[in-house]
Every structure is written in structure tokens, then in C-alpha cells.
């Protein structure tokens, strides 16, 4: 680790004397790309984050939002999402672990108990031994720990591409429970008040995290940045949150903050910058589990499962009592103070106790410059599709491993746990049973790289509407959204040229949509030997409706089929061109997305409604395959092969007994008669003069490839 000449500089003459190591240290890790957004921040005043219903928005460990109340009390849900790109791909395991305890404790410290995640993964081409690595200890990190904290995965996204090949992405969100009672941020309040450590003991693992997040991945990380990767405990975790809702029960808690990206130097130091305070600590006062850990690393180790509390002086012995109930360290290492951000160290040597931090907390936590960098606008590829034979198209369409059935990673999780989860994966959104406010809340998360890659601002447009239509496919409003921006290094012109598209492109759509983007996470530098990533805008989107009952995917086999929504005309970014080559441009989008949204919502609510599913990813080949079952089939009718693949979001097929009421509740929204819902378990397509037809076991296989590759 070292600070930058430039930066050493600014440091320097803020203070009036050269940085001791510690400080020079802890300058680097907080102002770093991954703590400072030194590159994105300022391009992501494109957002809006205020409603009537934000709670608390950017800048805390979570975002909260308020819940319509439609039979009970009032009711706040804390968001977050969190990307663990790099120390996945050094150590796949560990390194989706401990993203998944990271954002449960980033809700925790909202005072929040956690009730759902997702999980949005990317990697190179399945086809490759490495990614199918990669993806396999990813996969069982997040369900190994989410499985034993007992929180329920309930929904995310898989895509590969060979973008992703030297840098795979993970990114995990977390919503939980809480009330304006129990509702607790990340600013500290008083003078005087204690700083107490709650949690697993202080190691060295993941020195250095935040700085190695913010560069580049070299071709040998695997070996050499080792060290900067967290080892998670879920058994810990889940201590940790039992405790954290019993310090909540009796009002202990005045401000708290998660240990994650430069440990303990950061969540104190941030903590007391937002309450506009300072704090003096004692680092050798740090339960710690190696011996002769030094000041530099007791300060910035990311050894996980540990909080940070403010409590008053009169509540430190009670803390230290639940802490011990349920097996946890528990150490009192300084107080909250008016001056700077001082940590002091005493070690076997008889030097006495020295100050190796004394800076000013605000300069530490929000102090670093911002970047300002070149930019190239992206384009759009010409029109070049190909002339494919339909029975191949659908076959390699519908058995891409990005369209094909994710039953083999879901079925690893336990997405029922806690009695919640009404809709479960496999569905277009998630629903989860909120009884306390007689709501449903539906969750959908992800993005589809060959849509950035292909056009990034229009791509990312189609991204948040695509999140939106999931959630009103099951009769939810879209209510609020967190984003997870992933990029390339910053430093090309191109690369930060798609960024900034992908950032203007998500905040347009969410805009219009009056969807507030309440909170996020920003990962740059996914740069590696293989080149940068595609501009991927993973966006966590939830949705509020009354009760919990919403249409299923699957057909009844008892209703005519229809087409809701507006098709765009191109293929462009469609796993079609993906599967049979060419390019195309990217589709257009609907002009009027909000009235979109509530059209599908409606739709899905009428009573007449049986089924509904989504049109986007593969196309209407993709939702039609994923409708029939052994027990019901599909006899429909498509113009030609670009209506059968275009993946315009912002459609769904419906199954109803009431085509007319479907076409009221429309309004101006094109509905398209596709055909019958069919007791014979069949696919029959008719594709202009060509006839295609599969029964539901062909389907079956076709879309087991993971699973057929990886059991």
C-alpha cells in the first residue's frame, strides 16, 4: 500500500507535517476508488433519491423507505447492495461469503433485521473451465453462508460473457425489517459517548481490501493478493445479528457502523466524520486473535463479523453483558470527542503508548479530490443479422447457458427460511410477505451485459424497465431501488465514456419511472489481463403491492395467450444475434415506460388473470418455453423470427379467461393475440410459414444445460 505523491501532498499540507505510516496508510484506503468514488461521485448527482418515502437515502450503510400500509402498522424497509468482485475471483468461496455478511450487517446497522437477499452473478463464457470454477465456489460461498445465518435467498440473476473471463462479478442486496422506533444511522450524536467493538476477534485477513478493490486484477491475484481477502464465520454472523436486535430491544444503540472496506479506521472514522465529531481510540484495547498484531493492522484489517456502536457511558456494561450472552467480543476502545480522529497504540516495547492517527475526521472520510477524467461517447453497431434456420435458433437460444434454467444454483439456497417468501425463485420477481403492513414486496435484481456492452445508455435504460416490468408482471408498484454500478478502469477514455452512459441511461428510466435510487455501491477498475468488463448496472428494484397472491409463471392451461406491451423493432443486444452472429441496434424503448409499468401491474391483478410471465432476456422463445409444463402447453403464433427473439422489456405474456377485460385494462398498450393455452404439455409455434414444435421434456432438457454440466 502507498499514498500517491499527489495525494501525500494534499494530506501533508492539510495537516501541517508529513503523515505518520498509519495515517498515510489509512489516507489510502479511505481515499481509494472503492471508498471514495473519486471517479464516479461525480457523475452520480444523475440520480434522484428524494420521495415522500425515503427514510434515509444515500450516504448511510443502507437506504430505508417507508411501506404503504395496507392493513396493519407503518413500516420501513432497509436496502443495500454490495459488490465482492475482486476477492471473488482470488478466492470465489470466500470471497462471495463474505459479500453476502457485509450487506446483511449494512442492513443490521440500520437497526434493521434482515429478511431477503439476491445475488447477481457475471462470469467469462460457460464453455471455459475457469468460469464454471468460479462460478461453482461462488455459488456455494453464498449459499453456505446465507443458509446458516437464515436469511432466504430469494432471487438475482446469472449471465456469462467473455467480457467477464479475468474479473467476475458479484454483486449481493439485502432488505430487512425495521420501524421508525428502532431506526438507527450511521451518525455518531455525543461527545462523551463510548465507541464499543461487538463481534468476532481482530485478524489480519483482508489488509489492504479497499485499495486492492481499486485497481486493476493482475494476472497472478490468485496468489499475490491473497492476503486482502476476507474469511467469513457465518455461525458468528448470525450471533451478531440475534445481538445486534437485542441491543435494538432495549435502546443501546445511538449510531452504528459495519465493519467492511478498511475496517476499523474506516466504519469509526466515518461514523464520527457524518456527526460532524472526532473520537480518540485505543487500538491495543481491540479484542484481537493473533498475537503482536501492530497499530497499522488492528486498524485496517477487514476481519468480518464485527460492529461498531456509539452507546452512552451508562449503556456500555449492559452491551458487554448481551455481547457475552451470545458469545461475542466485545471491547471498548475509545469515545466519541470535538477534535480530531485520534488513535493511539501501546505495545511490549517501552516506548509508552503513541499516537500514530491525529487528523481531522471530516478531511479523512470525505477530504479526497475528485477525478476528473476523459470521456468517449460510445456508439451503436449498424444492422447485420443473420438468415437462421427457426429449429436451430430456438434450440441454441433457448439452451444458452444466460436463458437457461438457473434451477441449479437456486436450489443450493434456502429461499424459504422465515416463513416470508410467497413467490419464490425462478419467478420474475421475488414476493415476500411484510403481514406487519398487509403488503406483499417483490424483489427483482440484475442486468444483461450484451444489452450495456451494446448500446450502454439505452442498455441501461432497458435495464431499470426490465426490473420495473418484472415487479408489475406480478401485480407490484415499483416502489424504490439500490444500483450496484460496475465498471472497467476509469482511466481509459472508452471505458469511463460507457460508464457515465450506463449511470445517465439508469437514472433517466428510474426518473421516469419515479423510482428513487435511495442508496448503491460503485466497483471500477474490473480491468484485468482479458480486458475491461462490459458496463454492467446491476440494479436491485423492489415493488409493493396489496396482499401476497400474484399470478405464477406457468400456464393453467385453461386461458388464451396475449401479448402485452410494445415490441422495438431491432435486435440488438439479443441473445439471438449472441447465439447465431451479427449485430443490430439496440431496440426502442417504450415512450411512455410509467404507463407501461402500471398497465402490466393492472394486468396481472385482474381477477380473469391466470398466469403472467415477462418478455425480455431471449425473447418471446424464451418466455413461451419457460410457460409450459408436463401438466399445460402453448399453441401460439409469431410474425417472424425478429417478434420471436426481440427482447424489448416492458411486456409480459398473459394467461386469461377475459381477452377483453385484458384489452380494457390496456388502455392504449398494444395487446397482440398469440394463441391458446393447451392441456397437452406441447410448444407448438408458428413462426410465419414455418412450424415449430417441442414437448415440455425436450424443453426440460434443452434448459438444463448447467445443471447437465455441473451435477
Known sequence: ???SDPDHDLVAAELGRDPTPAEAAL????????????SSRPLLSAFDSEADHVVVGPGDDAAVVSLPTYDGEETYIAMGVESHNHPSYVDPYDGAATGVGGIVRDILSMGAYPIALTDSLYFGGFDREHSRYLFEGVVEGIADYGNAIGVPTVGGSVEFDEGYEGNPLVNVACVGLVTEERLVTAEAKRPGNKLVLVGNATGRDGLGGASFASEDLSEDAETEDRPAVQVGDPYTEKLLIEAN?????????????????AGLGGASSEL????GLGAEIELDAVHQREPNMSALEILLAESQER????????????VAEIADRYDLGCSVIGEVTEGNYVCTFEDDEPRGRETVVDVPAEFLADGAPMNDLPMTEPTQPSRDRPDADLDAAFEAVVASPNTASKEWVYRQYDHEVGTRTARRPGDDAAVLAIREAGAGLALSAGAIPAWTDAAPYEGAKAVALENAANLAAKGATPHAAVDCLNGGNPEKPDVYGGFGAIVDGLADMCRDLSVPVVGGNVSLYNDSAAGPIPPTPTVAMIGVREGYDAPPVGVTGEGTLLEVGERGGALGGSEYLAQMGGSDRFPTLPADAPAVVETLATVADLDSTLATHDVSHGGLAVTLAEMVSAEAGVSATVADVEALFDE?????????TDPDAVREAAGDAPVRSLGEATTDGTLTLSVGDTELTREADAIRDLRAVIEAELS
Not at 436486535?245 to 472496506?261: K, M, P, S
Not at 464520527?272 to 456527526?275: L, P, R, W
Not at 424489448?648 to 386469461?656: H, N
Open 648 to 656: 424489448t422489456p416492458g411486456r409480459v405474456v398473459v394467461e386469461t
Open 245 to 261: 436486535e437485542a441491543l435494538i430491544d432495549e435502546d443501546l444503540i445511538r449510531a452504528a457502523r459495519d465493519l467492511g472496506a
Open 307 to 318: 460492529m461498531c456502536y456509539e452507546v452512552r457511558p451508562e449503556d456500555v456494561d449492559r
Open 27 to 38: 489516507f489510502e484506503n479511505l481515499w481509494s476508488e472503492h471508498c471514495a468514488y473519486r
Open 1 to 3: 500500500m502507498s499514498l
Open 272 to 275: 464520527v466524520a457524518k456527526g
